[in-house]
């Protein structure tokens, strides 16, 4: 069935049913063989970024698979890396629902799902099930209810449980669904936080006898100055890789289309210009010395090209896949080639 015909038919339907309906689809048609002879996209270079080898540029965003239960589904679909996560030390249910909305005539999506998801222990028994050799990425973050001040307790512990499974840990602190997360930005905070994860980086990389790189992700919605500082810090503790960006909590010019004020974070379509934005800010800060994965509003080749151009090495992407399917992913890897 074509990508459009399956998408008027789910869009019939509440977003997060049509979300789990789709996801458990995806796993049933991988598991039956249907995925079997999907081809790989191959007018992609090889390329090697964080001293991981990527089969592709353009990767799976983190959130569609938060509990590492369809990777090897995600993983014939063509993308170069998966990003598995948010993941938390301890399951959690998330926010209440509805907590999922659409925002159609803008092919945008409002999400405060709140990190759902079945906790690392359950997680990494998931990905110790895959069959999945490609790039893996780990988005860790913290429960809902630790007290700020202990949020690094929640990472490290994380990364421990995660460190021998991930191609590269994804550091969460930049949802706008759990409050106060987004505090961790603070550059006081900011400085600790990643000055304890490499410490514990350097340590797991000692015991492994294997080195996994640390990528931060950032919020879209951060001023030049902060960027300035968080640059700086990211520079200082040698952080592997930034993850650029999380959803928006600006709702400019979507106010009046359905469930444009929805609270959360905004993804998709109106996304892509301030995403964009921050990673060019980024780039002209670190200068090439830290890797940037551009993430946010990706809809086309041209706009995986963007994000090439605007300084990133790799992309992801999340609701261009929603709204458009598998095509898209081809699609940017053509135009990256
Ligand atoms: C429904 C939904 C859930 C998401 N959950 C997470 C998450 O758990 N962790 C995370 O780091 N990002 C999460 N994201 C953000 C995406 O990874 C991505 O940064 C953002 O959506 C921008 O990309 P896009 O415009 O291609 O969707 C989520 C996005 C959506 C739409």
New binding site residues.
């Given amino acids: 069935m074509s990508h459009q015909l399956l998408r008027s038919l789910l869009f019939k339907f509440d977003a997060e049913f049509s979300?789990d309906l789709t996801l458990k689809a995806l796993s049933l048609s991988n598991k039956i063989g249907l995925l079997y002879f999907l081809k790989a996209p191959h007018h992609c270079k090889l390329r090697t970024v964080m001293g991981i080898p990527f089969l592709n540029p353009v990767g799976l965003?983190?959130?569609?698979d938060?509990n590492a239960s369809h990777i090897d589904a995600f993983g014939k679909l063509g993308f170069g890396f998966i990003?598995v996560?948010?993941i938390t030390p301890r399951p959690q249910i998330g926010n209440p629902k509805p907590r999922?909305f659409r925002l159609p005539e803008v092919e945008?999506?409002?999400?405060r799902?709140g990190?759902n998801?079945v906790g690392v222990d359950a997680a990494v028994e998931n990905i110790k099930l895959s069959k999945y050799k490609g790039a893996l990425g780990i988005?860790v973050?913290k429960n809902f209810d630790t007290p700020i001040g202990r949020a690094a307790e929640d990472y490290l512990l994380c990364m421990k449980k995660v460190y021998q499974y991930a191609n590269y840990i994804?550091i969460?602190i930049?949802?706008p669904?759990t409050n106060n997360l987004r505090d961790l930005q603070e550059i006081k905070a900011l400085n600790i936080l990643l000055a304890q994860l490499k410490e514990e980086q350097a340590r797991l990389s000692d015991y492994y006898q294997r080195y996994v790189p640390i990528a931060l992700?950032i919020a879209p919605d951060l001023t030049s100055k902060h960027l300035d500082a968080i640059s700086k810090s990211i520079i200082k503790n040698k952080i592997d890789g930034v993850?650029a960006?999380?959803?928006t909590v600006t709702r400019e010019s979507v106010g009046n289309f359905t469930n444009g004020n929805e609270i959360g974070?905004m993804?998709?379509?109106p996304?892509?210009k301030l995403?964009n934005l921050i990673i060019r800010k980024l780039y002209a800060r670190l200068q090439g010395e830290v890797p940037i994965i551009g993430?946010?509003?990706?809809?086309s080749g041209e706009d995986a090209l963007e994000k090439i151009n605007a300084g990133a090495e790799l992309i992801?992407?999340?609701?261009?896949?929603?709204y458009q399917g598998r095509k898209l992913v081809l699609e940017a890897c053509r135009s990256i080639g």
Avoid: D, W
């Avoid at 992407?317 to 929603?322: C, M, N, P, R, W």
């Fill in positions: 979300h965003a983190a959130g569609l938060k990003e996560g948010t999922l945008g999506i409002i999400n799902f990190f998801n988005n973050g994804a969460n930049s949802s669904n992700k993850i960006t999380n959803t974070g993804s998709g379509r996304l892509y995403s993430v946010g509003g990706v809809f992801q992407i999340y609701s261009g896949f929603v």
